[in-house]
């Protein structure tokens, strides 16, 4: 979700309170399930499987 809201890997682990190298781990292994080259590939992939959702919720 955070990729596919333009965080970087390093945003993303501020907001996740991990490692760039831990975001890069998981974000890797998302790639490859979802058969894709790059992040934004595929998280316009998960968006479009509805494995993530990018709407505001309370």
């Known amino acids: 979700m955070w990729t596919a809201k333009g965080k970087s890997s390093w945003e ?3 907001i996740l309170g991990i490692s760039v190298n831990t975001v890069n781990f998981h974000v890797k ?3 490859r399930k ?3 080259c790059s992040r934004i590939t595929a998280a316009i992939k998960a968006l ?3 494995i993530i959702d990018l709407e ?3």
């Open 12 to 14: 993303i682990g501020q």
């Open 29 to 31: 292994n998302v790639m």
């Open 34 to 36: 979802l058969d894709t």
């Open 48 to 50: 479009q499987l509805g």
């Open 56 to 58: 505001y919720r309370r």
